[in-house]
């Protein structure tokens, strides 16, 4: 921030005037901020300004009307609304106290380009004549008053060259001050650039990692719809084991009860056959007995006995041949019920494999379930996760448009 200080000195001598009550000297009634010169003690004293300067003065009857003003320029141009000869002169006087010639150009420039020419060339022969009119008067003063003036005007020119200083200094520290503002704020948006950036980039990854699970998740929610066909698929196929192996096991309660009838009647007709061949036995032996006992006498009933004998042994061999039947008939019964009874540890081993693998496939259901319920946890985290990072970005985009608003 640009500030310039002109501070201009008029010093106008008048002659002596009379003293008025407790010997002051009578105040210029030109409004603005003088000097008044005292005949007390010597004391020269500013009746209105803040500032007051103690100048030992001999006692004389004159006072000398001084006029002390400043004006700040913020931003390098100062606003007017029309020029006045006061502005004129402030600015002339100005250039004055910074050794430079107060020309038309000088006093427009100091002015902020502002004002005609003409109108500044008018104020400044109007003041030119004033001043002559001063110098005209200051020659006939005295030495003394010379010399109050010149150690005066030095005084006050100092003051204002000091004040001048302390402006350029605090505006250069000012200066210095922002700069090294405006740096950290380069810096904190660079920092908040590079921290959106950053979070745009873990967003994009949040993104992806979030697509990922997804399709993780419908792959996991397409293996849970096939292992539960598989399963339904499973359940149908147990059922028709099932099915199967009730027939077989009822196919082999029959085959159990026909091989228990046939045992029975096998049996019966083995225990009838033998009690019959036993009779047949003993009958022949008696007979046999009661042949040799009349064997002299009944020689043709030996010839009987012998054809019998040979009708018995082929009826001896029928019923051989048929036992043999019935042994082939059983044997192949008892085939046929070895043949269910390994078609039904068969069917049993079938069925105990599919309850098996029924379990196994509900414990991979379950733990699809499981996966996907965890998937689902993670997906509902990374939803969450995905929102705070858009908060963030929310917050950072806000404060970076906080930012170069400000900047």
Request: glycine share 6%; net charge neutral.
């Amino acid at each position: 921030m640009a500030r310039a200080l002109l501070a201009g000195l008029r010093i106008g001598l008048c002659a002596s005037h009379p003293a008025g009550a407790g010997g002051v000297v009578p105040q210029a009634t030109t409004g603005r901020h003088f000097l008044r010169l005292t005949r007390d003690n010597g004391r020269l004293s500013n009746a209105k300004n803040q500032r007051s300067q103690n100048i030992l003065t001999p006692s004389i009857g004159a006072y000398i009307h001084i006029t002390y003003h400043s004006t700040k320029f913020e931003g390098g141009t100062m606003a007017r609304a029309g020029l006045s000869r006061t502005d004129i002169k402030r600015a002339r006087d100005a250039l004055l106290a910074q050794g430079q010639h107060p020309s038309i150009d000088a006093i427009r420039i100091a002015l902020g380009n502002t004002g005609s020419k003409s109108t500044i060339h008018r104020y400044l022969k109007e003041l030119e004549e004033e001043d002559g009119a001063s110098l005209t008067r200051t020659g006939s003063l005295s030495d003394a008053i010379q010399d109050l003036v010149a150690r005066l005007a030095a005084r006050l020119h100092e003051e204002a060259q000091a004040a001048v200083d302390q402006q350029t200094a605090t505006a250069a520290a000012q200066r210095l001050q922002a700069q090294a503002e405006v740096a950290k704020l380069a810096g904190d948006v660079a920092a908040l650039r590079t921290q959106l950036a950053e979070a745009g980039a873990a967003v994009v990854r949040e993104q992806a990692a979030h697509a990922d699970t997804r399709t993780a998740l419908q792959q996991r929610a397409l293996d849970v719809e096939r292992l539960t066909q598989q399963a339904r698929d499973l359940t149908e196929r147990l059922a028709e084991h099932d099915g199967f192996r009730r027939s077989l096991e009822e196919k082999l309660q029959h085959a159990h009860a026909a091989l228990e009838h046939y045992r029975m009647a096998s049996k019966e007709q083995r225990e009838q056959e033998a009690r019959r061949h036993e009779q047949q036995v003993q009958q022949l032996q008696a007979e046999l007995r009661q042949v040799n006992q009349t064997a002299i006498v009944k020689q043709n009933e030996i010839t009987q006995l012998n054809r019998d004998n040979a009708r018995f042994v082929a009826e001896a061999g029928i019923a051989t041949r048929h036992l043999r039947e019935q042994q082939a008939h059983r044997e192949q019964l008892q085939n046929t019920l070895n043949q269910a009874l390994v078609d039904h540890a068969r069917a049993k081993a079938e069925h105990d494999a599919l309850q098996a693998t029924a379990r196994t496939q509900a414990t991979e259901l379950t733990q699809v379930r499981e996966a996907r319920e965890s998937l689902t946890a993670d997906l509902t985290k990374l939803a969450a996760q995905f929102d705070a990072q858009q908060q963030l970005l929310g917050d950072y985009r806000m404060r970076l448009g906080l930012t170069d608003a400000a900047g």
